[in-house]
């Protein structure tokens, strides 16, 4: 089974720009997250879709970011202007009972 | 609430050692508990996980964990480390049904 993919590996945006993260969660799983991972603040959980509704939205990060599951097969998360300090990795993951989840390799994105 | 503490951000070990990575949580009910793993410039992958019953549970790659209820602990624990397993190692809680919660990472370094 193909696990969790994402696209880009590597993103590199100026300040201001509009950046969209994707994720193919593996087939079959209900849940799909999306993670802010950086040194300082660890993994910061960013949303949260089961079955493709929203269930959690990570709340301080409401203002700029948005996270859309399309379809069963597919998610974005836009991060729209982007800010120097949004420079992170950003994992997806999915998982058949939220919990066991199943991590992508995750994009570095960096903001100038 | 439910948190995790990770007292430890590294640990170095020899190869051949034994070694314990520690985790405790913050939860009045037995919470589900998990152990991640993250090598470089890769998601997090699933080690092992605790619902219920026997208190230690075994993993993939030689790892086990106990889960200790009067001490609100699961610690990680394995007889003989080797190079490979030098990585980020993430304990993870969920209770009541929520979202996972993740602790800040133990850094292991395995010298030869």
């Known amino acids: 089974d193909a696990g969790v993919t994402q696209t880009p590996r590597h993103e590199v945006a100026e300040k201001g720009q509009t950046i969209i993260l994707k994720c193919e969660p593996v087939s079959g799983h209900n849940d799909l997250f999306w993670y802010r991972q950086t040194k300082i603040q660890g993994l910061e959980l960013l949303s949260y879709f089961r079955s493709k509704s929203l269930m959690e939205d990570g709340g301080a990060f409401k203002d700029r970011f948005k996270a859309e599951m399309l379809n069963s097969s597919f998610s974005t998360l836009k991060i729209q202007p982007t800010e120097p300090k949004d420079s992170a990795v950003y994992l997806c993951?999915?998982?058949?009972?939220?919990?066991?989840?199943?991590f992508g390799p995750g994009t570095r994105l960096t903001v100038l | 609430a439910q948190s995790v503490t990770q007292p430890d951000a590294r640990v170095t070990v020899s190869e051949g050692a034994s070694l314990q990575l520690r985790c405790k949580y913050s939860?009045?009910?037995?919470?589900?508990l998990f152990w991640y793993v993250q090598y470089p410039r890769q998601g997090l992958q699933m080690l092992l996980k605790?619902?219920?019953?026997?208190?230690v549970v075994q993993g993939v790659n030689g790892f086990e964990a106990e889960f200790s209820k009067s001490d609100s602990s699961f610690h990680l624990r394995k007889a003989s480390v080797h190079w490979s397993d030098s990585a980020v190692y993430f304990c993870a809680v969920s209770a009541n049904g929520n979202v996972l919660y993740f602790g800040s990472g133990t850094k292991l370094t395995v010298e030869p």
């Open positions: 993951a999915s998982s058949p009972d939220r919990y066991e989840q199943y």
């Open positions: 605790y619902y219920s019953g026997d208190p």
């Open positions: 939860y009045s009910a037995t919470p589900y």
